[in-house]
């Protein structure tokens, strides 16, 4: 298995906290993403990374941010969870290059 | 943009037989990779199959087979001898080669259940 790991797997908030979800890869992998996965929409993405401190929007970015401090943490957060954010979230990685992602276990974000 | 399309939310095959996922895509590129991805009931994204574009034979992995018709954009996935534990979701996805971000367009996802 690919060295992914995100933190925390599961977490329910209330609507209008900070919400930070982290994911950590031991690869050293170039490019790390997150995605949403909500049933009927498959897994969309919400922002991408491609180097430290190098990130840029996916096609659902409204409401997030992210940051890459370092090559091996890629932190996605929510400044004021609202209950449309409730969703599995995936961090994934890649080497670029032409070749597949590889995917974190998944975090269940339910914001009440 | 490049879209995904699965047109079959939910499919059901019985222990031993084959089944065939659909998948069609939409994109102006020319260079490009498709994917099937399988999510069990673990949630795990698994990767069951590649396929090149510029490659014109079809993809295959022990069980799973893919039918890639790159004229007609289409990307079907067959599951031979099918096992209880290919009951999962099953997501076609798309990624633009040699450039930018890499990043997967996905489809909606099949269900699949394998029927005792």
């Known amino acids: 298995d690919a060295g992914i790991t995100q933190s925390p797997r599961h977490k329910v908030t209330e609507t209008g906290t900070p919400v930070t979800l982290r994911c950590h890869q031991t690869?050293?992998?170039?490019?790390m993403y997150w995605y949403r996965q909500d049933p009927g929409h498959g897994l969309r993405l919400i922002h991408y990374s491609y180097g430290v401190k190098d990130t840029d929007k996916g096609e659902v970015s409204d409401g997030y941010s992210v940051s890459r401090s370092k090559t091996e943490d890629f932190l996605l957060t929510l400044e004021s969870a609202t209950s449309s954010q409730t969703s599995v979230y995936f961090c994934a990685i890649g080497s670029g290059e032409n070749t597949e992602a590889f995917f974190g276990q998944g975090t269940r974000l339910t914001v009440v | 943009a490049q879209t995904v399309t699965q047109s079959q939310p939910e499919m059901s095959v019985q222990e031993a037989e084959t089944v065939t996922l659909s998948c069609t895509y939409d994109t102006s590129e020319n260079n490009y990779y498709l994917f099937w991805y399988k999510q069990p009931p673990s949630r795990q994204m698994i990767l069951v199959i590649r396929q090149e574009a510029y490659k014109q034979q079809n993809a295959t992995e022990n069980r799973f087979s893919v039918n890639f018709q790159k004229a007609a954009k289409s990307f079907s996935l067959k599951i031979s001898d099918s096992q209880l534990g290919d009951t999962a979701m099953y997501f076609c996805?798309?990624?633009?080669?040699?450039?930018?971000?890499?990043?997967?367009?996905f489809g909606k996802g099949t269900k699949l259940s394998v029927i005792p």
């Open positions: 996805a798309f990624m633009i080669a040699g450039a930018g971000s890499y990043q997967l367009t």
């Open positions: 690869e050293n992998h170039r490019y």
